[in-house]
T-cell receptor
Framework: GAVVSQHPSRVICKSGTSVKIECRSL??????MFWYRQFPKQSLMLMAT?????????EQGVEKDKFLINHASLTLSTLTVTSAHPEDSSFYIC??????????????FGPGTRLTVT | GESVGLHLPTLSVQEGDNSIINCAYS??????FIWYKQESGKGPQFIID?????DKRQGQRVTVLLNKTVKHLSLQIAATQPGDSAVYFC??????????FGKGTLLTVNP
């Protein structure tokens, strides 16, 4: 149980185009989903917190107009990198907190999406 | 501000030996800590967690120790195996489920 998937696992796009990454909780409902970015040999940096049915909360320094987040259902959140540039190339990872996890602090991670912008 | 740091960025051990990965944190208000393992090209995998009202918790081959006095967390892996080779992150939970990740320690297990 508690599986989170991401699609695609790898994507290569040209500079200036937009890329959408999906994060799905397969066997549980997630009130909250998180999006992280990880550069090579570095730690995970939280980009934004996504709550179902409401606007995402972005961390300081993350451009909300560039990284569009939609959490339309309790099992799906999407991250769209708009007008991608080579510096956006990174490993994007999502995580999901189950609906009833308020007291258990559970958070499950997806396998990540490798974005390469050429 | 919140931060989590690691004492050793890399650790190399022989197969069968015990491994100890250390972590320091600065936010004394944190009440929940988690160790994650990340293999190359994959997402973090939960290993073990501990609440601040505990100082030790054991799992299968892993033990987490928490010293709140000096704000120090450690992960002990018994009888380390090649499959344990990965980057290990200590994290703590802040407000609104947010996790703060440390820099990570690369564990290499030599056969």
């Amino acid at each position: 149980g508690a599986v989170v998937s991401q699609h695609p696992s790898r994507v290569i796009c040209k500079s200036g185009t937009s890329v959408k990454i999906e994060c799905r909780s397969l066997d549980f409902q997630a009130t909250t989903m998180f999006w992280y970015r990880q550069f090579p040999k570095q730690s995970l940096m939280l980009m934004a917190t996504s709550n179902e049915g409401s606007k995402a909360t972005y961390e300081q320094g993350v451009e909300k107009d560039k990284f569009l987040i939609n959490h339309a259902s309790l099992t799906l959140s999407t991250l769209t990198v708009t007008s991608a540039h080579p510096e956006d190339s990174s490993f994007y990872i999502c995580s999901a907190a189950p609906l009833l996890a308020f007291f258990s602090y559970e958070q499950y991670f997806g396998p990540g999406t490798r974005l390469t912008v050429t | 501000g919140e931060s989590v740091g690691l004492h050793l960025p890399t650790l190399s051990v022989q197969e069968g030996d015990n491994s100890i990965i250390n972590c320091a944190y600065s936010n004394s208000a944190s009440d929940y800590f988690i160790w994650y393992k990340q293999e190359s090209g994959k997402g973090p995998q939960f290993i073990i967690d501990i609440r601040s009202n505990m100082d030790k918790r054991q799992g299968q081959r892993v033990t987490v120790l928490l010293n709140k006095t000096v704000k120090h967390l450690s992960l002990q892996i018994a009888a380390t195996q090649p499959g344990d080779s990965a980057v290990y992150f200590c994290t703590f939970r802040g407000s609104n489920y947010k996790l703060t990740f440390g820099k990570g320690t690369l564990l290499t297990v030599n056969p």
